[in-house]
């Protein structure tokens, strides 16, 4: 751990009586993975090598024959959005957590497919396993969902006059998300010092580096080199690359909002002595929701995001198991009553757009309905 948050008065968790529980479903969850490994290795290794060529032929089909068909090129890079969505919900997003080989040096290189494709992988790691792993719609301390001047996603944040009518401007921001991202994120957390992960990690010079040479890489080879050596007009080559991130937000967004951003998660407040309300498994369950909509697509094209519940129970596990394990999470959910929760893609998104707009009154009592 960084010797600055050593400084810092971290969250803790409380006692529980349900942690035994955990002991015995992290048993049942490893006799599953050890049955069911040889079975699908297969498919582990598959989406390794399948998921990035299929990126990198999009956007070869796209510079060779795109400037003869304007429409063709387009679609490539409609293609290149999606792609970049799986590859990050299948590969970057198991690669961080080394789930993906059992060298640590190969997972670590996956997770350089990320700085490719536009997003700065070093601050991810940091904001997606340090801070949001650990301390899940907690604020101030889960850094996938910090505090906007334009968006209250904490029913305890700091209210603003204009959070009012965040329902009806956010969903029209919403695709820009990406943009902000690539253009506008990674650089607040590398210099704004008021960032939570500036505070409290310090950042290596060479990361400084790679952040701008992997950037100027991504513009270069999605919009420059089109332009520079197939003779792509600026038009279609912006054009494209607005397409590409316009369809890779939406997409993203789809896999990011259910399982923490709704009326069904809890947001716990640690206490004056900085304690959490629950132990560390009843806070999981309490802060993550899962879709209920699952099918082939989902489990081999959008690794298994529906279950997100098991995954933050067992980040070192790969996606390919989490069906089996929900399965015995459900079990035991009814056998215990766990607060085990799930609601289809399109009830969580609405449960998000009712968060929005609930969280615009200014009223720190509005899950008091609810609970």
Known sequence: MDQR????????????TNEDVFQLLRADVKE??????????????????????????????????????????????????????????????????????????LNNAYVHLFDLMGANSFIWRLRHVRFHHNYPNV???DTDFEQSAMLRVYPNGEFSK?????????????????FNWLIVRDF?????????????IHIPKMEYVKLFVFK????????????????????????????MVLTASLFSLMVLLPPHANTQSEFPL????????????????????????????????????????????????????????????EQYAHEYNLPYKKASLFGALYNHFKLIKANGTGDFDIWEESM
């Open 188 to 200: 607040k957390d590398f210099f704004n010092r008021k960032k939570i992960v500036r505070k409290l």
């Open 32 to 105: 599953i993975v050890s049955e069911l490994e040889p079975k699908r290795k297969w498919e582990i290794n598959v989406k390794a090598v399948l998921f990035p060529l299929m990126y990198l032929g999009l956007w070869i089909s796209a510079m060779v024959w795109g400037k003869e068909n304007p429409w063709l090129y387009y679609g490539c890079y409609f293609g290149l959005g999606l792609m970049l969505v799986v590859i990050f919900a299948n590969l970057i997003h198991d690669a961080v957590h080394g789930t993906i080989f059992e060298s640590k040096r």
């Open 270 to 329: 640690p206490d004056e002595k900085n304690m959490l309300p629950e132990n560390w498994f009843m806070h999981m369950l309490k802060t993550t929701s899962d879709v209920t909509n699952d099918n082939w697509f989902t489990r081999f094209f959008m690794g298994c995001f529906n279950f997100h519940v098991v995954h933050h129970l067992f980040p070192n596990v790969n996606h390919v198991y989490y069906p089996e394990i929900t399965a015995k999470l």
């Open 5 to 16: 948050m050593d400084k810092v008065k971290k969250p803790h968790f409380s006692k529980g």
């Open 162 to 178: 204009m959070h009012k009518y965040q329902h009806l401007y956010i969903p029209l921001l919403y695709p820009l998300f990406l």
């Open 216 to 243: 100027a890489f991504f513009f270069f080879y999605m919009i420059f080199f089109p332009k520079l050596m197939f003779d792509i007009s600026w038009t279609q080559a912006i054009l494209g690359f607005g397409l």
């Open 139 to 141: 604020n101030g301390w």
